[in-house]
Each structure stands twice: as structure tokens, then as C-alpha cells.
Nanobody, 114 residues
Framework: QEQLVESGGGMVRPGDSLRLSCVTS????????MGWYRQAPGKQRELVAV???????TYSDSVQGRFIISRDNGKKTLYLQMNNLKPEDTALYYC????????WGQGTLVTVSS
């Protein structure tokens, strides 16, 4: 059964850090590029970061230099280390394959506010 379970979100202040995790099953994790996506209130979902099957990372301009994507193929888990968080990072964060498939998890909410 395919499953994506995100966790690690929370409410933090600008400049704080968070680490998101996404535990997967049934999606052939190690054979897929994986991505973190986010959807802010009133906006479309956007791609934030991608990890290739070999662990090469790419980032959107908005998070470059602040976020780090990583993966553990043995644990079938994707991570997103988020540093120097800004209010504009407030969103529901999801993981999925890249390109994304139809199945989405419930997401984990990140709120950045002073």
C-alpha cells in the first residue's frame, strides 16, 4: 500500500529551524527522485526541493541556501532541514515523488510568525 506520512511541522519564530520528515511505503522510494512541496494559504502548491535518486539536491530560489533536502533510502524517508525560517515559509508541506504522482499525504503544517 502506497503511503506518505509527513511530520515535524510546528509554529516557530522567524530565524528558527525545523526538520521535516516523510516516511514512505509502497512507492519504490530508492528508485525515485523525491521532492518537498508546499502550499501556502490561498496559493497553489509549489515545488521547494528535489533529491535525485543519487542524493543530488536542487532548490527553488526562495529556499536556496536555507533549506537542505536529504534522504535515507534504507529507511525510505525523506528529510527537509529548514533554517532561518521566514514568515513567507508558512505553508502546509508535503513530500512526493518528482514528478509528483497522484497520491499525497496529509502534509505537515509550518507556521512562522513573530
Amino acid at each position: 500500500q502506497e503511503q506518505l506520512v509527513e511530520s515535524g511541522g510546528g509554529m516557530v519564530r522567524p530565524g528558527d529551524s525545523l526538520r521535516l520528515s516523510c516516511v514512505t511505503s509502497g512507492i519504490g522510494f530508492s528508485a525515485n527522485a523525491m521532492g518537498w512541496y508546499r502550499q501556502a494559504p490561498g496559493k497553489q502548491r509549489e515545488l521547494v526541493a528535489v533529491s535525485s535518486t543519487g542524493g543530488i539536491a536542487t532548490y527553488s530560489d526562495s529556499v536556496q541556501g536555507r533549506f537542505i533536502i536529504s534522504r535515507d533510502n534504507g529507511k525510505k524517508t525523506l528529510y527537509l532541514q529548514m533554517n532561518n525560517l521566514k514568515p513567507e515559509d508558512t505553508a502546509l508541506y508535503y513530500c512526493n515523488t518528482f514528478p509528483a504522482e497522484e497520491l499525497w499525504g496529509q502534509g505537515t503544517l509550518v507556521t512562522v510568525s513573530s
